[in-house]
């Protein structure tokens, strides 16, 4: 069974930073493209970055420049590095990846909370 466990969440104040990492374990054959995602109270959840197999990445216009979207394919992890933390940017973030088992599949982290507060 393939699992998403993100680590990184917490509380910083605006300003600050915080490092979110997501590994994927179980049988996987290939992950292919792998991204953040993020819900905000009473919002739907939005596309924050990704990143291919290649090492291509990409940005919502809201993160760029602050926001920066890493992998380690030995490891099957994905990292988010999140600089100069807005009070907006407060929300669940969610790993996604997209893995080759039998078959192509999305798979999705369980959620890890940031709070950007003073």
């Known amino acids: 069974q393939v699992q998403l466990v993100e680590s990184g969440g917490g509380l910083v104040q605006p300003g600050g930073s915080l490092r979110l990492s997501c590994t994927v374990s179980?049988?996987?054959?290939?992950?292919?493209?792998m991204a953040w995602y993020r819900q905000a109270p009473g919002k739907e959840r939005e596309w924050v970055a990704g990143?291919?197999?290649?090492?291509?990445?990409n940005y919502a216009d809201s993160v760029k420049g602050r926001f920066t979207i890493s992998r380690d394919n030995a490891k099957n992890t994905v990292y988010l590095q999140m600089n100069s933390l807005k009070p907006e940017d407060t929300a669940v973030y969610y790993c996604?990846?997209?893995?080759?088992?039998?078959?192509?599949?999305?798979?999705w982290g369980q959620g890890t909370q940031v709070t950007v507060s003073s």
């Open positions: 996604y990846a997209r893995g080759l088992v039998r078959v192509w599949n999305d798979y």
């Open positions: 179980g049988i996987i054959v290939s992950i292919s493209s």
């Open positions: 990143v291919t197999s290649d090492i291509r990445t």
